[in-house]
């Protein structure tokens, strides 16, 4: 190798082919702008994991029930004369609903009536017969009385005797006739005044009143039906102020609500639509968890004056048990799930690159208008940077282009890398 013709030799022949192949590279470099595009750094995004109160809620969908429904049925046959309220209609407590035929109702009383008066003249008139026997019995108890005397002493015969006392007896036998006339006549004025007492009751129910205020529903038999006693409900009323919203929590959540409910009625916001939430309080926890599910029963009233809720309706549930300070929050857009769990992109701002945090996710929680937050147990500090897009190209310690905010980017109009113009 120290001869200097050799060295010109190899010179002569290697110079073409390292420039074929510098050529050669430059040109497969030019031709796979993919791979130059992976060998640069990917352009993200980060917020910060900040430091916050958060609300401790419990989220379900929950169901409007009517805290009371009546079935209005008649207690009386008959054929309905007159509905008295519109279907849908608002009605108070004792208003009237429907108006049954009250005729056939009013003649029996009618006889009734006229059945009293003749049991008040046949006791009457047992009565005046029990007062002449009465008189009756004592004159021949009297002269049955002397005439035993005097057959003693030998003056009456037997014969005469005999006559005497019969004639007694058949006095107080007719006496005692009587007076099971009077008793008869008593009984059967009773059992009148009671048939009277419950006919008059019937004829009550001809006229149907509302047992509640509430919402009637429709109308199921109309004006000139004929109804059977406790048979076809002629309308359904429910109640809807106050009104129940019932939803289920998981049964892990009890001993937390249980808690904070002793303290005070826990608070319940019912969101029948996005614009709209109006509160209530807890008033019944069920006595068992559905097996099936693994939740437990929650009912809390709302006074709904404005009937915003609606028997049957569904709405979003959010119930608030305790504030819990200074836990760290990110969005939960952040967190990522693999194979060991739940973990973050972390950056590291000196040296723009992006590293692999396992965290601990306590649970997520929606702030009043703003974005969902997943609320960290271990793992992040407030202030470290949280990759928040472009999490899906990234690699333990790859080196990455910090984009600007969305706030940044409204400023400026562009998505540029920060710190560059």
Do not use: H
Not at 79 to 90: A, C, K, S, T, W
Not at 373 to 394: F, H, K, N, T, Y
Not at 403 to 419: C, H, I, N, R
């Amino acid at each position: 190798m120290n001869n200097p013709r050799l060295s010109f030799v190899l010179t002569l022949v290697c110079a073409p082919t390292l420039a074929l192949l510098l050529s050669s590279c430059t040109k497969k470099e030019a031709a796979n702008p993919m791979m130059a595009m992976m060998m640069a750094a990917p352009p993200v995004r980060a917020v910060p994991a900040a430091a916050a109160d958060v609300p401790l809620t419990i989220s379900a969908v929950g169901n409007v029930e009517a805290i009371t429904s009546v079935d209005v049925k008649s207690r009386v046959a008959g054929q309905i004369l007159r509905v008295n309220f519109q279907e849908g209609q608002n009605v108070t407590k004792g208003q009237s609903l429907f108006e049954i035929d009250p005729e056939p109702l009013q003649r029996q009383i009618a006889q009734i009536q006229a059945d009293l008066v003749k049991d008040a003249a046949l006791e009457k008139e047992a009565r005046a017969n029990v007062a002449k026997d009465e008189a009756t019995m004592k004159q021949t108890r009297a002269a049955a009385d002397r005439g035993l005397a005097l057959s003693k002493e030998g003056i009456f015969s037997k014969e005469q005797t005999e006559q005497v006392v019969a004639t007694a007896d058949s006095a107080q036998a007719a006496m005692d006739a009587d007076r099971a006339a009077v008793e008869s006549a008593v009984a059967s004025l009773k059992s009148d005044r009671e048939r009277l007492a419950q006919t008059q009751l019937q004829l009550s129910y001809t006229k149907i009143t509302a047992p509640i205020s509430g919402r009637a529903g429709a109308i199921a038999v109309k004006a000139g039906n004929l109804v059977k006693e406790n048979d076809t409900a002629l309308v359904t009323l429910l109640q809807i102020s106050p009104i129940y919203v019932s939803f289920g929590v998981p049964e892990q959540m009890l001993p937390e609500v249980r808690k904070y409910n002793r303290q005070r009625p826990l608070l319940v916001q019912a969101l029948p639509d996005p614009d709209t939430n109006v509160t209530g309080s807890l008033r019944f926890i069920d006595n068992s968890v559905d097996n099936t599910t693994g939740t437990i029963k929650l009912k809390a009233e709302f006074a709904n004056r404005d009937s915003r809720l609606w028997p049957g309706q569904f709405v979003n549930v959010q119930a608030q048990l305790n504030v819990e300070r200074n836990r760290v929050v990110v969005p939960s857009r952040t967190v990522q799930t693999g194979p060991q769990g739940k973990y973050v992109w972390v950056m590291n701002g000196d040296s723009a690159t992006v590293a692999m945090r396992p965290v601990q996710v306590l649970r997520n929680y929606q702030p009043p208008k703003s974005s969902e937050q997943a609320v960290i147990g271990s793992g992040l500090q407030p202030g470290e940077m949280v990759i928040s897009e472009g999490q899906m190209r990234l690699a333990p310690g790859m080196k990455v282009q910090l984009l600007k905010t969305e706030s940044q980017m409204g400023e400026s109009g562009s998505a540029v890398p920060s710190g560059k113009s």
